[in-house]
């Protein structure tokens, strides 16, 4: 190993999957559903405990009703949410974790932990890559 390179064998790795050489692990499902901009945010609101609609709408502050709706739509489909209606007039409607959501939901706040915690690295290292001289 030269100086600047680092010896990562037997340390934790992430399994390359989802390729033609590798069975789909299901990380693209995950993935999917975290690359949209308001997944943490309802997840992290929903956490707390089950919420109104328009409770979830007014925390997520810049949210338009439609992508409330879509995130929530998302969240139900993959098994993350629940959506209860009161048959009421007019109709009550709450959303809740499952548990699938809760797991889903700590694993999130792991990497919001760990982004905390490294930020001024990354802000260092993205400062330094931004001075480099470009070719």
Known sequence: MSATHTD???KAAIEPCGSPDHEDCGIRLA???LGEQWTVMALAELSAGPRRYRELERALVGVSQRMMTLTLRRLERDGHVLRHVEPTVPPSVTYELTELGRSFAEQVASLATW???RKAEI???QARFDGRPTN
């Open 123 to 125: 802000e260092t290292a």
């Open 8 to 10: 990562v064998r037997g």
């Open 31 to 33: 993935l999917d559903r």
């Open 115 to 117: 982004s905390r915690q």
